[in-house]
Each structure stands twice: as C-alpha cells, then as structure tokens.
C-alpha cells in the first residue's frame, strides 16, 4: 500500500464493530495514525489496534449533542497541516450516510492530501451477522439503502416511499428507529403489504448483538416493547425470512 506520509488524512472505514471486519489497509492506517479522530460507532476493540495514536471522539449522534460538520472539517484539516499523519476513522464504510464526501471536498479544497479505506457497511455485514443475506436469488434483486434521517433530522421528506416499496426487493434502513412509525405507514400506503417481514438489527457484530424479527405494520410497536435501539439497522424484505435457516 502506498506510504501514509505526514500530512495526509486517511478516511478509513471501520465496519460495524467486530474488530475482525477491519480491512488490512484499515489495521496498517490505525497503526500508522498520529491522531485518530473517531465517531461514536467505532468500538473499543477497533481503537485497540492503535499504537499510541491520540484518539480524538468527534462524530454525529442521533438525538445528543454532537459536533457541527464543518467544526470536524476543520479539526481534520488543522491536524494535517500540524504535521500529523490522521486517521479519520469512521463505523462501517465511510461514504455511506457517513458524512465521508463532505470530509473528502473539505480536504480536496484546503488542499489536503487524502486516502480513502473502504469498509464493510452495517447495512450489508451486520445483516449477514444476523444471518440476513441483503440479496438472494429466490427473493430479491434489488437493495435500496436509504437513511431515515436527512439533515435535519427528520425522516427524508424528499423520499417517494411508494416508489421506493415498489422498487425495492429489499429495503435496508439506517438511522430509522425514531421514524419507523411514519416510514412503515407510508410503505404500507404505497401499497406494500403490511405483513412484509421486517427484522431490526441492534449491535450488528458485537457481542451484544440483538435481533427482532417483526412484520411491517407491527415494527414501530415491537420495536417500542422490545427496548430495540440505535445504533440498530432495519431490512423489509421476503429475505429476512431466510434468518430461520441461516442462524
Ligand atoms: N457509515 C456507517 C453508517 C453510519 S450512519 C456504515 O456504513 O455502516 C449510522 C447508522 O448506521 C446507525 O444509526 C445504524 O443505523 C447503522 N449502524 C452502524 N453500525 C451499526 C451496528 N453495529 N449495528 C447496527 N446498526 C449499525
């Protein structure tokens, strides 16, 4: 792999928690790294693979005081033309609803050199955790991956969900819990069937991994009696009914 020279800041992806998803290009930029700076996601057994790096938490958190983007921007740029050799090291892949373009144009226009280290996404690899394969033969050929959140923090206004029902063999959900009620109504309206299976991922990887399987109309109470919460993806999909056999 090509040098990680002083510097330069690296986006590196640090799947959904399972330290074992690390890429080897991702365990070499950690060990490399004078500064990591790191969101919420990233667990403890991935920091571990640090060596002597400053570890700087600074990322998004649904519903708690969170940095601004452009203070994180800053930070990044500032760190690299110190000198230093920065990871930023981001859970699951850094270019889904990880912020991670917006990083990359901070860096390209103050002039910062970059690398990005993709990694696996939650979406995908905490689903096949769960024993939940995103596509299978038999039952999909498409995956939409939407957010529940936009930047505002509320459920996507800009999404067609009755297109998106129709479109879609398998819907797999990010950052959905504190909408599903509002999501699920309004697949339902556009005509999915409400039985759809539907199964929540909480944890997805780690060992306090928790999984609810539920229908389309039920999710939003299930979810609520279950004490299911962030960080937690969403499938809606016939493949969530291969989890039986594949767990
Ligand atoms: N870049 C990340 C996603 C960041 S958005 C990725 O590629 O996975 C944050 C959302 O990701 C969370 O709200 C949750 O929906 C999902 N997520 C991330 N890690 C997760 C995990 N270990 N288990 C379940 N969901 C997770």
Avoid: C
């Amino acid at each position: 792999m090509n040098e990680f020279a002083k510097g330069e800041v690296w986006l590196v992806g640090a799947g959904p928690g399972d330290a074992g998803l690390l890429t080897l290009h991702a365990v070499e930029a950690l060990k490399a790294a004078d500064i990591v700076v790191h969101d919420a996601l990233v667990s403890a057994e991935v920091l571990a693979y640090t060596a002597g790096a400053e570890l700087v938490l600074l990322g998004k958190r649904g519903g708690m005081p969170s940095p601004k983007q452009p203070e994180i921007n800053a930070r990044l740029v500032a760190e690299a033309k110190a000198g230093k050799r920065v990871v930023r090291l981001k859970g699951g892949d850094p270019f889904m609803f990880g912020r991670g373009a917006e990083e990359v144009l901070a860096l390209v226009a103050a002039g910062v050199k970059f690398r990005v280290i993709p990694g696996i996404t939650a979406g995908i690899g905490g689903l096949a955790y769960a024993g939940i394969p995103v596509t299978a033969r038999d039952f999909n050929s498409s995956v939409i991956f939407l957010t529940g959140h936009d930047h505002t923090g509320l459920s996507p206004e800009g999404v067609d969900w009755a297109a998106v029902g129709k479109a879609a063999g398998m819907i797999v959900l990010y950052m959905a819990m504190r909408h599903m009620d509002e999501i699920a109504k309004k697949l339902i309206a556009g005509g999915m069937p409400s039985d759809i299976p539907v199964a929540v991922v909480m944890n997805a990887s780690l060992p306090d991994m928790k999984v609810l399987e539920t229908t389309l109309e039920n999710a939003a109470a299930d979810i609520a009696a279950s004490g299911i919460g962030a960080p937690a993806i969403v499938s809606i999909g016939g493949g969530n009914l291969l989890r039986e056999q594949m767990t």
